[in-house]
């Protein structure tokens, strides 16, 4: 049974970090694309951050680019994958819902900014961020 957990969210002050994590089981996650979308109340979904198989290419969007980082680990026996978005600068605008995903396919930036591009999707985790 294919899962992806979130953990590691939660309330922290403008320009505080927060490290949120998503563990990814029940499929050959080692062979997948991991990244993290994000909606915030009231707003469409956005992209935020991606990282290619092997952790060779990663892609930003404007808004967190510097601020934020990918990573992620897959375990020696290709069970379980995560992936980790290092959170720093935070400001209010990064208030939201902050969604693990996990895609069959690489591309370029716009195709993987796209929903479409991802086979996976965690439950989500909230990001509060205080002014």
């Known amino acids: 049974q294919v899962q992806l957990v979130e953990s590691g969210g939660g309330l922290v002050q403008a320009g505080g970090s927060l490290r949120p994590s998503c563990a990814a089981s029940g499929g050959t996650f080692s062979t997948y694309a991991m990244g993290w979308l994000r909606q915030a109340l009231g707003k469409e979904r956005e992209f935020v951050s991606v990282?290619?198989?092997?952790?060779?290419?990663?892609?930003?969007?404007?808004s967190v680019k510097g601020r934020f980082t990918v990573s992620r680990e897959d375990n020696a026996k290709n069970t379980v994958s995560t992936v980790s978005l290092q959170m720093s600068s935070l400001k209010p605008e990064d208030a939201a819902v902050y969604y693990c995903?996990?895609?069959?396919?690489?591309?370029?930036?716009?195709?993987?900014?796209?929903?479409?591009?991802?086979?996976?999707w965690g439950q989500g985790t909230q990001v509060t961020v205080s002014s």
């Open positions: 995903t996990a895609g069959r396919r690489w591309g370029i930036k716009v195709t993987m900014s796209r929903d479409t591009a991802y086979d996976y």
């Open positions: 990282i290619s198989r092997g952790g060779t290419s990663t892609y930003y969007s404007d």
